[in-house]
């Protein structure tokens, strides 16, 4: 049952007081098949990245180990989209998607993760635990309490990966997924692998995480941090400070370090993750594949995760796919190219 929100969280909810401002319809797009392989944002009908400066009001609800904070906007009947954001980003990745999909006839969900913004733990008993399965069942114990049998997943970052798991694993839940970069379900064996080094160097801050310094320099200097990755993983983004500093009040979550530094630990085998999770994580690291529609997209300007054609990762898809690069965009795609976020929901939508 949704809860009220506390005290403890209004500096979390200054930033989305307002109504949700231009649900307008993406009628002006036209058919799915206008879609090239590589989409050029200027090409998109006209809407500028960031015209929406807020969502309305937050929700509350409990879900599995969780308190969750979350947006729901559109017609509470209309087809079921969760939108996932990763780090060091929040939900506003998405304020000017969710009206787009909206305007559209879709219920949109775009939850805080663990360690953002309003989301808390039920239990100051609970390990602080961001092992990349105990994400993906945050979302589904999220659909779980709001009654959502099956929705269409979209993410970036940690986002993605929650929807790739969750697709993979229990697809009676994703009726389609959207996911940029492609598959990301992280196998710790293989993150032992050394990459090429120009991947190494855009991984920089993993490292710097796995020392007491690193996480001594990350709680004492977050948004100094975060700004500078959100300028390295999106160098053709000229947000600013207004909307650098929306999502930044969300780092402010007592748990956010320590969710961010055992995620990264985690990958790299530097942490344990909860035993209990243990016989998932060995499906994970088996590699499944998605059976369900899928769009992949990548920002041919992402500073972190260079775009490719998505032939590397095919395999690991049976069902349709398409794959597109969005020119001009970075690693945060969904708030530097929203219309082509929504359209690529739109789309998968209908395969």
């Known amino acids: 049952m949704s809860t009220e929100i506390s005290q403890t969280r209004r500096r979390f909810l200054r930033g989305a007081a307002l109504t949700i401002a231009g649900a307008a319809g993406l009628a002006a797009l036209g058919d799915a098949g206008a879609f090239s392989e590589a989409i050029a944002v200027a090409d998109m009908p006209p809407g500028t990245p960031g015209a929406n400066t807020s969502f309305g009001q937050l929700k509350q609800i409990d879900a599995g180990q969780l308190n969750i904070g979350y ?31 909206a305007g559209n006839g879709y219920r949109v969900i775009v939850p805080y993760v663990r360690g953002y913004g309003t989301t808390s733990f039920l239990s100051g008993e609970t390990l602080r635990n961001a092992q990349q399965s105990v994400v993906a069942l945050d979302a589904t114990a999220l659909m779980d309490a709001l009654q959502i049998d099956m929705a269409i997943l979209a993410g970036y970052d940690w986002g993605a990966r929650t929807a790739n798991i969750i697709a993979a694993l229990w697809p009676e839940r994703c009726k389609a997924m959207v996911s940029v970069n492609g598959y990301l379900i992280t196998n ?27 996480r001594a320099g990350y709680d004492a200097n ?81 500073g972190v995760t ?11 898809f049976s069902g349709k796919r398409t794959h597109r690069i969005i020119q001009g965009a970075g690693h945060n795609l969904p708030q530097e190219a929203p219309r082509a976020f929504a359209q690529a929901v739109i789309e998968v939508d209908r395969y």
């Open 222 to 302: 977050r948004n100094d941090f975060n700004k500078l990755i959100w300028k390295s993983n999106s160098p053709k983004w000229n947000f600013d400070d207004t909307i650098y500093d929306r999502t930044a009040a969300s780092f402010d979550n007592p748990d956010h370090v320590s969710i961010v530094i055992h995620n990264y630990r985690w990958r790299l085998g530097l942490a344990d993750g909860d035993p209990q999770y243990d016989a998932l994580e060995q499906r994970l690291a088996a590699g499944p594949v998605i059976a369900v529609p899928t769009i992949t997209l990548d920002g041919d300007s992402d």
């Open 188 to 214: 710790r064996e293989a993150n032992k692998m050394p990459a090429p080094p120009d991947i190494e160097h855009g991984w920089w801050y993993q490292y710097y995480f796995a020392t007491d310094r690193g």
């Open 306 to 316: 260079p775009a490719s054609d998505g032939s590397s990762y095919a395999q690991m």
């Open 71 to 101: 947006v729901d906007v559109g017609p509470v009947n209309g087809p079921a989209v969760i939108l996932l954001h990763g780090w060091p980003y929040d939900i506003h990745s998405y304020v000017d998607v969710a009206p787009l999909l």
